[in-house]
């Protein structure tokens, strides 16, 4: 299969006017937007409450132990949808090879209960 130049004109055209358009809505808001200087609005916006403590203090690790579980298990679903979606052409041995993938992470699950990684009160 041969392609030409002529070929990407629509996609580069795309992507010249999406910059032209971003740098042309940046340039219109800088310019017709108001331009108020002072204290009040050069502070930090916490959510509408004042800044407290400094914003450098350390979590604790309980967080990124419950996210790195998360993302662990969250990507072994991505491994049971193929799985899933050709459930009838894989036949029984994807069935016991699918219930021994389930299994192991049935063994890992548990095995983070029993340290208690998920007890916030800990």
């Not at 407290?52 to 969250?74: C, E, T, W």
């Amino acid at each position: 299969m041969n392609s030409n130049v002529s070929d990407f004109i629509p996609i580069l055209m795309q992507i010249a006017f999406s910059f032209l358009f971003v740098f042309a809505t940046v340039l219109a808001s800088n310019m017709l937007g108001p331009k108020r200087k002072g204290t009040r609005k050069q502070a930090n916006f916490e959510c509408g409450l004042d800044p407290i403590g400094n914003a450098r203090s350390p979590f604790p690790i309980k967080y990124f132990l419950v996210a790195i579980l998360f993302v662990l298990f969250d990507i072994e679903i991505v491994f049971m949808y193929p799985w899933a979606v050709n459930f009838k052409a894989v036949g029984w041995e994807g069935l016991l090879k699918m219930g021994g993938f389930i299994a192991l992470l049935l063994v890992g699950y548990l095995y983070i209960v029993k340290r208690k990684a998920l007890d916030w009160e800990k």
